[in-house]
């Protein structure tokens, strides 16, 4: 039995591979509407358009991002959005030669029949959106699910996010848009590294089998993986090292050297921490291009130090490239501090 290759393969296998590119990784800058209200509550502004377009704005116009950056991920009402200057958000990226990308899920939801666990919404209308979003210049998507470790994981609850993973990166392919695969294991919890790297085991064994009964072409995909770590009331920390040695090995032994890129998410650390996690992954080669794909980590001092106020938008972008740059040296495996 043959299947149908999306008629865009040639293009997502080049797609990846530009954002796969050697000391680049992405800026997620996707938060939706009411993730973004929290962090402008923050720094005490209101969540309206204007303000996530001036923030936004501030964002994606750093002068030379794109030596660091490779992609950015945006949230719908961005990628529909144009500076306060009046130019397309879509085209300033392009300009920084920053592939596009959009978050498509729709969040999540209660998991009926489980441990008070969690699914994600998105898959109704989700081919002919994608086939929006790529006409708008998107060229990579997003979906992001997540597994909870102190709520279980119940088999129901990782058979789900895994289904849905792989349905959403079948879709995506077929639209042009290559498909960044998150199965976020929440950081949430008591337990330690080894029970993370137990559930985290489970989690892409799923993912890559339903990945492969959907006939998903691994050259034209990404993943987001959280780092195995010990939960973040878990009373034993683990360094670096450890983090590195963990998240490796899991990786050698369920992501396929097929996959390009490896883009981990920063899932509440702090901005150093993940950059020195990273830089520790990156001491040896690798069989995929292991980067960031941060959000907090890379924003959070930008976000405080613009704090808002427009005289302050050059020291806000100083600091977003600060972070961006040690993360570009830290994917190269040449971060010093
Ligand atoms: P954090 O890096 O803040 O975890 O966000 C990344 C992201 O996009 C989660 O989906």
């Known amino acids: 039995l ?13 797609t990846a591979k530009t954002i796969a590119s050697p000391g680049r990784g992405i800026l997620a800058m996707d938060e939706s509407n009411a993730t973004c209200g929290k962090r402008l509550a923050s720094i005490g502004l209101e969540n309206t358009e204007a303000n996530r377009q001036a923030y936004r704005t501030l ?18 009402e961005t990628l529909y959005q144009s500076t306060v200057e009046g130019k397309k958000i879509v085209d300033v990226l392009v300009e920084q030669n920053i592939v596009p990308g959009i978050k498509v899920d729709k969040g999540l939801v209660p998991l009926a029949g489980s441990n008070d ?9 989700l081919a002919s959106r994608s086939a929006a ?13 997540v597994v909870s470790i102190p709520n279980g994981p119940s088999a129901l609850a990782v058979k789900e996010a895994a289904w849905g993973l792989a349905r959403y990166a079948a879709i995506s392919q077929d639209n042009g848009l290559v498909p960044i695969v998150e199965p976020e294991i929440l ?17 892409w064994a799923e993912v890559f089998f339903y990945l492969a009964e959907n006939n998903v072409m691994f050259e034209g995909i990404l993943l987001k993986p959280s780092m ?3 939960g973040a009331e878990c009373k034993e920390r683990a360094t670096p090292q450890q983090v590195a040695d963990y998240t490796l090995k899991l990786l050698r032994q369920r992501i ?3 996959v390009p890129g490896i883009m981990f998410l920063s899932g509440g650390q702090s901005e150093v921490e993940a950059t020195l996690n990273l830089n520790a992954m990156n001491q040896g080669p690798n069989p995929w291009h292991v980067s960031f794909s941060y959000a907090r980590a890379l924003q959070n001092t ?8 427009p005289e302050n938008v050059q020291a806000a972008q100083e600091a977003l490239l600060v972070r961006a740059k040690a993360n570009s040296l830290a994917q190269l495996g040449k971060y010093t501090g």
């Open 228 to 230: 195995v770590t010990p």
């Open 117 to 125: 666990e969690s699914w994600c919404q998105g898959l109704d209308g």
């Open 256 to 258: 396929p050297p097929a």
């Open 2 to 14: 043959t299947v149908r290759a999306s008629s865009y393969a040639d293009e997502l296998v080049k």
């Open 133 to 145: 979003y790529y006409q708008q210049g998107a060229r990579f998507a997003k979906w992001r699910t």
């Open 302 to 309: 930008c976000l405080k130090t613009w704090g808002g106020r």
């Open 59 to 76: 964002l994606v116009s750093v002068p030379g991002l794109g030596d660091y950056i490779s992609g950015a991920i945006l949230f719908e």
């Open 187 to 203: 950081l949430d919890g008591e337990h330690n590294i080894d029970r993370t790297f137990e559930v985290a085991k489970k989690v």
